[in-house]
């Protein structure tokens, strides 16, 4: 039985204004509530690292965990989530980290990833890339290694490839 | 090739005074961490809708997401994340509801499931019902049919079970 694969830029639905006026939001959630489609976007992202080894996939909440909970299951990886502070429940590695208006941080479990493990960093879409950033920072303060970033998406042209080029960051899907 | 099951209780860390002084917190991350118990939690959590005719799996931010998004690939089922106002970025149903200090508020597209699905809730604790009975409200809004809620983990003696047994609670792991 041949399966015709689907084309998921259509299942991507274009929001203007939000959450700002001025900015186009990818929405992915007709996406998500298609069974098949949000199949094919696991299937083909957790095909990209079948040989990689990873033995981790981090991620940050909260639609981080929508894509890396699925992947590490495929992967025969662990998943270990990234967290806005005061959310995990252990002691922590914190990340700070900085905005268009103020800062944020993001924290891991300090015991979470173990010293030299392979990781890969997981998120929904890729913009300016402060959040995966973070998130590889944290992944470095444990002592592992990032193997790699995967985004279902990628906006070019707002400087997040360019920003994380040193943590190999793809994306399923691309949009200029 | 016969594979033991794993004690998953194992892997769920007691932390005690977590987030508040006499609380004690059931920290799931080293479970999530370790792929075999990981894996063997959804599995097992699956087999238990396998017959269920699950259209659509429903499931608050952020730690729902983790068990939801693995639940709907394997069922065949959508998937509809449930968030914090302001995060979904198109039309919304809202639904307001009281906490120990104050109120909260969960949202769902009003697109997000379709009247008359087959929508299984999914969440990974849980304890007083506030939150699992505020989702299992907006599938309602939505016009759609509860017909289970899942949980990793369910504390006993707090109120939940009996809080929202008309949506049918269900937990892989129990605690008194």
Redesign the interface.
């Known amino acids: 039985m041949s399966e015709t694969a689907l084309d998921l830029k259509q299942f991507i639905?274009d929001?203007p204004d939000?959450?700002r006026p001025g900015i186009l939001?990818r929405?992915i959630?007709p996406l998500?509530?298609?069974?098949q489609a949000?199949?094919q976007a696991?299937d083909q992202m957790a095909w990209r690292y079948r040989d990689a080894q990873v033995e981790?996939v981090a991620a940050a909440?909260?639609?981080g965990?929508?894509?890396a909970?699925?992947l590490?299951?495929e992967l025969?990886?662990?998943?270990?989530?990234i967290?806005k502070p005061?959310?995990?429940?252990?002691d922590t590695h914190a990340f700070h980290y900085e905005l268009e208006y103020g800062t944020d941080s993001l924290e891991v479990?300090i015991d979470?990833?173990e010293p030299g493990q392979r990781v890969l960093v997981v998120d929904d879409l890729l913009a300016t890339g402060g959040t995966v950033e973070a998130c590889c920072q944290l992944v470095q303060r444990c002592g592992a290694q990032v193997i790699g970033c995967a985004f279902l998406i990628a906006l070019k042209g707002l400087g997040g490839l360019e920003r994380v080029r040193r943590y190999r960051p793809w994306a399923l899907i691309e949009y200029d």
Do not use: M, N, S
């Open positions: 639905r929001v939000f959450p939001f929405d959630t998500l509530r298609h069974p949000f199949r696991i981790v909440e909260a639609r965990f929508i894509f909970a699925p590490a299951l025969q990886a662990g998943f270990v989530p967290r005061g959310k995990l429940p252990f479990h979470g990833i």
